[in-house]
């Protein structure tokens, strides 16, 4: 959770958080950050995502990492990383808009109105059915293209720059493309240039410095190359809104309990019903993704009842003390 969302949030109560338990979101040390870690990592034309993941756990040492948004082998670009908890996370990148820079190559040679003309015809809602060679089910569906522009003719060469809906098949659209035009399309280069929020000037991190850095780390104790490359895992959920509970309402939430409206201290404003959010300590902690039960309106109106339904517990129990009591410990205390 950034500063500024923190400034943005509307004050439902208040109360302190105990320094003893937790740690602020910015000022976690490497060992923690390479468990609530995010990488935006600059992928490399040839190894598949899988292998890169697999690569990076073995430099950083760690047991546990993810990727957001599988790249082809020989597709390059922003590809986001989440270390050991923060892989739970990862899912909100899924969500939103991804940006490509693709490398195409014509079969014919159309005037440059004549490829502008079909370019317009797929922005928006296009059909689109994934090539043979893909993950999922070979069934037509809809994508958005959102923007679908030409930057540059050469011959039979074009780039395009294509802001799209996430689930689009890059290739697929220069096929189509070409198809309308007649003689056929083939793409030559594709590299991804967008994930959600994060773009290429956000400080991207090849697998070369990853590793210098951790070196200067574990041999020179400089863990100053490792705190740039590596961010809190809170920035990849800076575009859902947020909520902010007592320190008291942590464990229980973190051991499957969902969160009543006692437990809130701020909310972003113009929270609605069914809204995706982000659930932090007053540290700044990601606890977990839940959806919104009611909106800041009657969050502020009402004192108790169920106000989030919890979808996601990233941050493990225990890490706040219990400060909840089961049915069991109210029973001995009935009985005695």
Aim: aromatic share 6%.
């Amino acid at each position: 959770m950034t500063l500024k969302q923190l400034q943005n949030l509307v004050t439902i109560d208040q109360d302190l958080t105990n320094d003893e338990y937790g740690t602020y979101y910015d000022k976690r040390t490497v060992k923690q950050l390479l468990n609530y870690g995010l990488i935006i990592l600059n992928k490399p034309p040839g190894p598949t995502s899988h292998e890169t993941v697999a690569w990076t756990k073995r430099i950083l040492k760690i047991p546990k990492a993810g990727h957001s948004g599988t790249l082809d082998p020989q597709v390059s670009g922003v590809l986001p990383l989440g270390l050991g908890e923060g892989t739970k996370a990862l899912e909100v990148l899924l969500y939103g808009p991804k940006e490509y820079h693709a490398l195409g190559r014509l079969h014919s040679m159309p005037s440059k109105e004549k490829l502008d003309e079909v370019l317009n015809q797929f922005t928006g809602e296009i059909y689109q059915k994934p090539p043979q060679r893909s993950s999922v089910l070979r069934r037509t569906r809809i994508r958005n293209i959102y923007e679908l522009e030409l930057l540059e003719q050469k011959d039979r060469l074009f780039l395009i720059r294509v802001l799209c809906e996430a689930g689009t098949y890059i290739r697929k659209l220069i096929y189509d493309i070409g198809e309308i035009l007649g003689p056929g399309a083939t793409m030559i280069e594709l590299r991804r240039t967008r994930v959600h929020q994060f773009k290429e000037d956000f400080p991207l991190v090849t697998m070369h410095e990853l590793a210098n850095a951790y070196a200067l780390w574990e041999e020179k104790k400089d863990d100053s190359k490792l705190l740039e490359q590596i961010k809190p895992i809170e920035y990849a959920l800076s575009e859902i809104k947020s909520v902010v509970i007592r320190d008291s309402a942590v464990d229980a939430l973190c051991h499957g309990a969902q969160l009543a409206i006692p437990g809130v201290l701020q909310v972003s404003p113009n929270l609605k019903k069914g809204d995706l959010v982000g659930i932090y300590t007053l540290k700044g902690e990601i606890v977990a993704l839940a959806v919104a039960l009611l909106s800041e309106l009657e969050i502020k109106e009402n004192i108790k009842g169920y106000s989030f339904e919890t979808k996601r517990i990233i941050m493990p129990p225990n890490t706040y003390p219990k400060s909840w009591k089961t049915k069991q410990t109210l029973t001995s205390k009935q009985h005695n």
